[in-house]
Nanobody, 114 residues
Framework: QVQLVESGGGLVQAGGSLRLSCAASGSIVYSAMGWYRQAPGKQRELVATITTGGRTNYADDVKGRFTISRDNAKNTLYLRMNSMFSEDSAVYYC?????????WGQGTQVTVSS
């Protein structure tokens, strides 16, 4: 079992920045990791993923604005969000996939005021 705890969400003005963190209870060195988000009334959607080797993938609407990174020594996943706008408002979830199992955090609320 891997427990994931997100932090760093909050209220930010349009054009501003936030950095989310996801702390894992165990080693993430063998886990593919990702960030997803869910806005009210919408399905959960992929934001960004990062492989064990550090290869990244982004949703089209966050490319160039968001950066996903990982620190395996600290068992922590990050999401740096720049140039934010109201459409980025959502609950952001951390995800870890290892050994054919998937784990989710409880989510952190991000609200962008216009």
């Amino acid at each position: 079992q891997v427990q994931l705890v997100e932090s760093g969400g909050g209220l930010v003005q349009a054009g501003g920045s936030l950095r989310l963190s996801c702390a894992a209870s165990g080693s993430i060195v063998y886990s593919a990791m990702g960030w997803y988000r869910q806005a009210p009334g919408k399905q959960r959607e992929l934001v960004a993923t990062i492989t064990t080797g550090g290869r990244t993938n982004y949703a089209d609407d966050v490319k160039g604005r968001f950066t996903i990174s990982r620190d395996n020594a600290k068992n922590t996943l990050y999401l740096r969000m720049n140039s934010m706008f109201s459409e980025d408002s959502a609950v952001y979830y951390c995800n870890a996939s290892v050994a054919y199992k998937t784990f989710w955090g409880q989510g952190t609320q991000v609200t962008v005021s216009s």
